[in-house]
């Protein structure tokens, strides 16, 4: 018995179980270990052309780089005065999964009749080609980047609750401008213009703006066990996002 008491402490100190805590809480250190990143990036206007700052960020200090944040903005000017930004999270990691909202990304398509409208001394025709949520009038047309799900510090979660996504596209949006461009030919006499002005709208569940939120993953450690966590995020001035610490619990949770 003495042979194997060592390899059954090590067993025990190391194989992983179902909580026991029936809640954790976001921004709390309890049960967690925290990492201060403190780092901001933002997309911003040069000379005409996308802009684009980003940041790689170990949640779980082996070396490995598990999530990358991504903030995007376009001064194109596209014929509607519109500017374009939006700030994304891409999980290159395979065993990281961000906690998101169901659907949230799924698409929508309306197309409108043309109506009159006037360019200068042109008569101009238009109608609006529009990507967005869903609403009653719109037809779903596929799934894109869903929003992850969002909490406040303090808000407490049970991780046996959770509801997990499959995040098929490797991203998902934190907060968009939507785009807006628009298209014209003349007619064959040249006296009047036929446009179509295409919209994709904003984001449907962007995270919150001026305050600090959090978001939860979960690590895949094997085919048992995972570790969860949190980040600490503050989204401002449209597409400038602090990434300001994370969280990963102390001890390994069972499926």
């Given at each position: 018995?003495?042979?194997?008491?060592?390899?059954?402490?090590?067993?025990?100190?190391?194989?992983?179980?179902?909580?026991?805590?029936?809640?954790?809480?976001?921004?709390?250190?309890?049960?967690?270990?925290?990492?201060?990143?403190?780092?901001?990036?933002?997309?911003?206007?040069?000379?005409?052309?996308?802009?684009?700052?980003?940041?790689?960020?170990?949640?779980?200090?082996?070396?490995?780089?598990?999530?990358?944040?991504?903030?995007?903005?376009?001064?194109?000017?596209?014929?509607?005065?519109?500017?374009?930004?939006?700030?994304?999270?891409?999980?290159?990691?395979?065993?990281?999964?961000?906690?998101?909202?169901?659907?949230?990304?799924?698409?929508?398509?309306?197309?409108?009749?043309?109506?009159?409208?006037?360019?200068?001394?042109?008569?101009?025709?238009?109608?609006?080609?529009?990507?967005?949520?869903?609403?009653?009038d719109y037809?779903?047309?596929?799934?894109?980047?869903?929003?992850?799900m969002t909490?406040?510090?303090?808000?407490?979660?049970?991780?046996?609750?959770?509801?997990?996504?499959?995040?098929?596209?490797?991203?998902?949006?934190?907060?968009?401008?939507?785009?807006?461009?628009?298209?014209?030919e003349f007619?064959?006499?040249?006296?009047?213009?036929?446009?179509?002005?295409?919209?994709?709208?904003?984001?449907?569940?962007?995270?919150?703006?001026?305050?600090?939120?959090?978001?939860?993953?979960?690590?895949?450690?094997?085919?048992?066990?995972?570790?969860?966590?949190?980040?600490?995020?503050?989204?401002?001035?449209?597409?400038?996002?602090?990434?300001?610490?994370?969280?990963?619990?102390?001890?390994?949770?069972?499926?």
């Amino acid at each position: 018995m003495k042979f194997y008491l060592p390899f059954l402490v090590v067993l025990f100190l190391f194989s992983c179980k179902k909580s026991r805590y029936d809640k954790y809480a976001v921004g709390s250190d309890k049960r967690m270990t925290i990492t201060t990143h403190d780092v901001t990036i933002e997309g911003i206007n040069e000379e005409d052309w996308l802009k684009v700052d980003e940041v790689e960020i170990d949640l779980d200090n082996d070396n490995l780089i598990d999530i990358n944040f991504r903030s995007e903005r376009d001064s194109v000017d596209s014929g509607t005065g519109f500017e374009f930004w939006n700030v994304i999270l891409e999980v290159p990691n395979p065993f990281v999964e961000i906690l998101e909202i169901k659907n949230s990304g799924d698409e929508y398509y309306l197309e409108t009749p043309y109506y009159q409208n006037w360019e200068g001394s042109f008569p101009r025709r238009e109608r609006r080609l529009i990507t967005g949520c869903q609403d009653e009038d719109y037809t779903f047309i596929g799934a894109g980047a869903n929003n992850p799900m969002t909490f406040m510090e303090g808000e407490e979660f049970n991780p046996n609750e959770l509801v997990w996504g499959e995040n098929s596209l490797g991203y998902l949006e934190l907060a968009s401008s939507g785009h807006e461009f628009m298209e014209c030919e003349f007619n064959e006499t040249f006296d009047s213009l036929t446009c179509d002005i295409t919209i994709l709208e904003p984001t449907c569940y962007p995270i919150p703006t001026g305050e600090k939120t959090y978001l939860l993953f979960r690590k895949y450690e094997d085919e048992n066990c995972y570790s969860i966590g949190w980040i600490e995020v503050l989204l401002t001035d449209q597409n400038k996002l602090e990434i300001k610490r994370s969280a990963i619990s102390n001890k390994q949770l069972e499926f």
